[in-house]
């Protein structure tokens, strides 16, 4: 045989081979396409209920896309009796400023941008304004290819539903036709209101390796006053095997001992929800439950569906309450591990661009606060002191422990009866342990201070209350010179 019958031979055998490998590629992501379209039973669920989770392990790992973008992200704007008021007299909780520059929907949005989700709908009702105009203007720009990162779902009546959302589950249920149009494997549901650094890859993961319908994230360390949203019980695999609800008229008194074994997690409020799971529990098995906490977790559980748990460690609050919101404040100011950190170069924290100008301060004397942009801060003190945006401060005031959420606007006039009150913090002026709402003014030589460490006192008809001994002056109120509160 010629050297050439032989390199021919060679030849032929090389393009066999490759052909054959051209077809086990092309069996390969037909199997592919099958496994992500098909739905497997788990064995612990009875067949009856044909409920499933996506057979990720028998995917091969170089065809399957990561979990993060499997998945779409549903936030919800704000929770049911919120004991935030009147922080959330004209907003909803997710709407709340933080740390100066921000509101509390932007940890949640950038947990998910970090992530690398990147389908995002927040769904809102309550109080929706201030919060609807914040996410349009903020993440609208913000686009994976044609797709928006955000899409704002606004309470809606339709022939089928003329009223309100009655709860997230009921919320969810009514915007599933928008929901399944993204082609995603699960939902990733979260309150828009929590204050929180958490890696969702971790739970996806979680969530995926138990091949779970839900996944739920509980607090790996449970404190007195982290049961109010419910306790999972978990077995040695972290399986969740029963859910305990706390009653809403349950005292509020975090001094009183809560009794959590060890086998009993505190719930965040966070799941992992398979997309054909979610469908089945909201329209066949639950289809009048309004809230996904209360009603369709443990319908879940009881139906025999695979609900497992991923304990978090790390920072967490869920702004229960006026305190918790002025405590988180004051944490942000310490850049601890302890506390939320706004200088996580691997983490960062997205807003709405201002394009302010920079703050100006005129011989002031600024210890362990954060500043917001664009203030002004004339020769005052301040010491351990969120300050927001555009914040004025006059001559020889002094403003210690407080939260100044800041304005919406600079002062261009006074208006003809308030000509001697403009907006911001008059001088002489003395504030302390206080929540200074936005758009207030101050007059000069006030004091906020509540020497006679008053706890409670509705005083809203003259622009402020007191809770837990922190003075909280209402948005848009007008204190006169020389008041003393």
Not at 58 to 65: Q, T, V
Not at 131 to 160: K, M, T, W
Not at 164 to 183: H, K, N
Not at 249 to 275: P, T
Request: glycine share 6%; hydrophobic share 35%; aromatic share 8%.
């Amino acid at each position: 045989m010629s050297d050439s019958d032989t390199e021919g031979e060679q030849g032929d055998e090389v393009e066999g081979a490759l052909l054959l490998l051209l077809k086990k590629l092309l069996m390969l992501l037909c199997k592919r396409k099958k496994l992500l379209g098909e739905r497997l039973i788990p064995a612990s669920v009875p067949s009856k209920l044909n409920l499933s989770y996506t057979q990720h392990s028998e995917c091969p790992n170089f065809l399957c896309p990561p979990a993060d973008q499997n998945v779409a992200a549903i936030v919800f704007g704000d929770g049911s009796n919120s004991r935030l008021y009147p922080l959330t007299k004209r907003r909803s909780e997710a709407a709340l400023p933080i740390a100066g520059n921000y509101r509390l929907i932007d940890a949640v949005v950038s947990n998910c941008i970090n992530c690398n989700i990147k389908k995002i709908y927040a769904l809102t009702q309550f109080n929706s304004a201030s919060l609807n105009s914040h996410l349009s203007r903020a993440y609208s720009s913000a686009r994976i290819g044609n797709e928006a990162l955000v899409d704002v779902i606004a309470a809606y009546q339709s022939p089928e539903g003329k009223g309100w959302f009655q709860g997230t589950a009921d919320a969810i249920r009514r915007c599933l036709w928008v929901l399944e149009e993204y082609p995603i494997v699960d939902f990733l549901v979260l309150p828009g209101y929590h204050l929180y650094k958490m890696d969702f890859r971790e739970l996806l993961e979680v969530h995926c390796n138990n091949k779970a319908d839900i996944t739920v994230a509980v607090l790996s360390k449970t404190r007195n006053d982290d049961t109010e949203l419910g306790t999972f019980q978990l077995n040695s695999e972290n399986q969740v095997i029963a859910f305990k609800d706390n009653p809403e008229n349950r005292v509020q008194n975090s001094e009183i001992s809560v009794d959590v074994s060890h086998d009993k997690f505190a719930s965040m409020d966070i799941y992992v929800v398979n997309k054909d799971a979610m469908i089945k529990l909201l329209t066949e098995y639950h289809p009048m439950a309004n809230d996904f906490r209360r009603e369709v977790v443990p319908g879940a559980i009881s139906l025999g569906m695979n609900v497992y748990a991923h304990k978090f460690s790390g920072y967490w609050e869920d702004m229960r309450s006026i305190e918790a919101y002025y405590q988180a404040n004051m944490e942000s100011i310490k850049n601890t591990k302890k506390a939320y950190s706004l200088y996580d170069k691997d983490s960062p924290l997205y807003t709405l661009p201002r394009h302010l100008p920079p703050t100006q301060i005129t011989d002031a004397a600024i210890t362990d606060s954060v500043i917001g942009d664009g203030c002004f801060l004339n020769r005052c003190k301040i010491r351990g002191t969120v300050v927001g945006m555009r914040t004025r401060v006059g001559d020889g005031a002094i403003i210690e422990d407080s939260v100044i959420m800041g304005y919406d606007t600079y002062q261009s006039g006074y208006a003809e009866e308030d000509t001697h009150i403009p907006i911001g913090i008059g001088e002489g002026s003395q504030i302390r342990k206080a929540i200074i709402d936005k758009n207030v003014r101050i007059g000069k030589n006030v004091k906020i201070l509540n020497k006679e460490n008053v706890q409670e006192c509705n005083n809203e008809a003259n622009g402020y209350i007191i809770t837990g001994g922190i003075v909280v002056i209402l948005k848009g109120a007008l204190i006169p010179d020389g008041t003393i509160l």
